[in-house]
């Protein structure tokens, strides 16, 4: 049984940061993909950043510049960093990890910028 545990959400106004975490626990193994997704109302769950154990990273267009992806392997951590949030930002995220044999979802954050 795989758990992933998010924390880190939380309202913030337009140009401030905040840095998500998501811990998994569980039959893990060690080649894995480890990403946040996000989610705002209305709209279809997009991702937003990605990064494999082997430390390479991918983001959305979206996000560039702005978030930073981050794990630490000893710990199946998996951190985002957003600096200079924009209203549009505004979503659920959720922590997501692709395995070998199968995908899991944390239950998902809420940040809020407002303007």
């Known amino acids: 049984q795989v758990q992933l545990v998010e924390s880190g959400g939380g309202l913030v106004q337009a140009g401030g940061s905040l840095k998500l975490s998501c811990a998994a626990s569980?039959?893990?193994?060690?080649?894995?993909?480890m990403a946040w997704n996000r989610q705002a109302p209305g709209k279809q769950r997009e991702l937003v950043a990605a990064?494999?154990?082997?430390?390479?990273?991918n983001y959305a267009d979206s996000v560039k510049g702005r978030f930073t992806i981050s794990r630490d392997n000893a710990k199946n951590t998996v951190y985002l960093q957003m600096n200079s949030l924009k209203p549009e930002d505004t979503a659920v995220y959720y922590c997501?990890?692709?395995?070998?044999?199968?995908?899991?979802w944390g239950q998902g954050t809420q940040v809020t910028v407002s303007s």
């Open positions: 997501n990890l692709k395995l070998t044999w199968g995908e899991y």
């Open positions: 569980g039959s893990i193994s060690s080649i894995n993909v």
């Open positions: 990064v494999t154990s082997g430390g390479h990273t």
